[in-house]
């Protein structure tokens, strides 16, 4: 008996004629990568939602408190579900520096991030604030790369080069007219360089433990982190509306945003390289401009697509080297 493996694509007829043909037995070939893209488009999808969401409730409610409360929710659920699941993968035991580096390194800027980013959500739109992030992955290049004088040097420079066209094309604005806010930009350009700082943290403690242990610890460590800030926050603004829609977006984001959203990227993170799940994140600000657009009536701007064709090719090209990489070809066994 012989096995002969098809390409999915491959006519049913012909299936039927080597049905027939004795001695041969016909298996038809699965396509694994395209239920992990179709999954990862559907966490951008929920991710454009969370942010939209959170730029509702922080109209009403204040950004701090708004963070730590999720944050100390998803952390605690997704650690739950790492205890006594298997949907995550197996969790591992934290040592007492392990865990000072989860306070002090992880928690400690996972904390510092949501503040800029909630409050720059406060100030200035939805899009604006997710394409600002849409450019961490170039900040992330700058760090690691020094300048050289060789080609890829030349292509990574030259990729940061047009990342930071688009975040000026954003921020220019800012500075000359009054309509926009100045503060919002500002705090969002902060949050994407924190938000990089905070990714090779991860990888930092990504050698220590599994990527789902790094996000649940870190979360609800920054969550506690911010207590006394949140405590202030309601101090200065005791009066804090609280409705059932409410209630309903926020525990979307712990949900949706957090822990199913996450539950795909990190299974994604089991089957891609981490630099090509990456490439994913320049649908966010797409994603959050559509909920944005439809939900919050913002409008979508002239000047938000140039910014985002900016900071899409610059981060295109600054992993260009991923995108031309040729396949690997497996023997026949």
């Given at each position: 008996?012989?096995?002969?493996?098809?390409?999915?694509?491959?006519?049913?007829?012909?299936?039927?004629?080597?049905?027939?043909?004795?001695?041969?037995?016909?298996?038809?070939?699965?396509?694994?990568?395209?239920?992990?893209?179709?999954?990862?488009?559907?966490?951008?999808?929920?991710?454009?939602?969370?942010?939209?969401?959170?730029?509702?409730?922080?109209?009403?409610?204040?950004?701090?408190?708004?963070?730590?409360?999720?944050?100390?929710?998803?952390?605690?659920?997704?650690?739950?579900?790492?205890?006594?699941?298997?949907?995550?993968?197996?969790?591992?035991?934290?040592?007492?520096?392990?865990?000072?580096?989860?306070?002090?390194?992880?928690?400690?800027?996972?904390?510092?991030?949501?503040?800029?980013?909630?409050?720059?959500?406060?100030?200035?739109?939805?899009?604006?604030?997710?394409?600002?992030?849409?450019?961490?992955?170039?900040?992330?290049?700058?760090?690691?790369?020094?300048?050289?004088?060789?080609?890829?040097?030349?292509?990574?420079?030259?990729?940061?080069?047009?990342?930071?066209?688009?975040?000026?094309?954003?921020?220019?604005?800012?500075?000359?007219?009054?309509?926009?806010?100045?503060?919002?930009?500002?705090?969002?350009?902060?949050?994407?360089?924190?938000?990089?700082?905070?990714?090779?943290?991860?990888?930092?403690?990504?050698?220590?433990?599994?990527?789902?242990?790094?996000?649940?610890?870190?979360?609800?460590?920054?969550?506690?982190?911010?207590?006394?800030?949140?405590?202030?926050?309601?101090?200065?603004?005791?009066?804090?509306?609280?409705?059932?829609?409410?209630?309903?977006?926020?525990?979307?984001?712990?949900?949706?945003?957090?822990?199913?959203?996450?539950?795909?990227?990190?299974?994604?993170?089991?089957?891609?390289?981490?630099?090509?799940?990456?490439?994913?994140?320049?649908?966010?600000?797409?994603?959050?401009?559509?909920?944005?657009?439809?939900?919050?009536?913002?409008?979508?701007?002239?000047?938000?697509?140039?910014?985002?064709?900016?900071?899409?090719?610059?981060?295109?090209?600054?992993?260009?080297?991923?995108?031309?990489?040729?396949k690997r070809i497996c023997p026949p066994e």
């Amino acid at each position: 008996m012989f096995t002969l493996i098809l390409p999915h694509s491959t006519p049913s007829r012909i299936f039927e004629t080597l049905r027939r043909h004795e001695g041969f037995h016909t298996v038809r070939r699965s396509n694994p990568n395209f239920a992990i893209a179709a999954s990862l488009a559907f966490a951008i999808f929920l991710w454009g939602g969370n942010n939209t969401g959170t730029k509702w409730l922080v109209q009403s409610w204040p950004p701090v408190v708004t963070g730590s409360t999720r944050f100390i929710c998803a952390g605690l659920l997704l650690a739950g579900l790492l205890r006594w699941t298997n949907l995550f993968g197996p969790s591992a035991p934290i040592t007492a520096d392990t865990r000072r580096r989860l306070w002090l390194r992880g928690g400690l800027t996972l904390a510092a991030y949501i503040v800029c980013f909630n409050w720059a959500l406060r100030f200035t739109s939805a899009s604006h604030v997710a394409l600002y992030l849409g450019a961490s992955p170039v900040w992330a290049l700058l760090w690691e790369e020094r300048p050289a004088k060789s080609l890829r040097s030349l292509r990574l420079y030259g990729a940061a080069a047009l990342a930071l066209a688009g975040v000026i094309t954003l921020f220019w604005p800012a500075l000359h007219n009054a309509k926009t806010s100045l503060p919002g930009e500002a705090l969002g350009l902060i949050g994407s360089v924190l938000w990089t700082v905070y990714g090779r943290e991860s990888r930092a403690l990504g050698n220590l433990l599994p990527g789902a242990d790094v996000a649940a610890q870190t979360m609800w460590r920054a969550g506690i982190l911010l207590i006394p800030l949140a405590v202030v926050e309601t101090i200065m603004s005791p009066v804090m509306p609280c409705t059932m829609a409410m209630l309903g977006v926020q525990l979307y984001c712990v949900v949706a945003g957090g822990v199913v959203a996450f539950g795909i990227w990190t299974n994604s993170l089991r089957h891609w390289p981490a630099s090509r799940v990456l490439l994913f994140n320049n649908l966010i600000p797409l994603s959050t401009m559509t909920w944005a657009h439809f939900c919050l009536g913002e409008p979508v701007t002239q000047t938000f697509w140039i910014a985002m064709s900016l900071i899409v090719a610059g981060v295109i090209l600054g992993q260009s080297d991923l995108l031309l990489r040729p396949k690997r070809i497996c023997p026949p066994e």
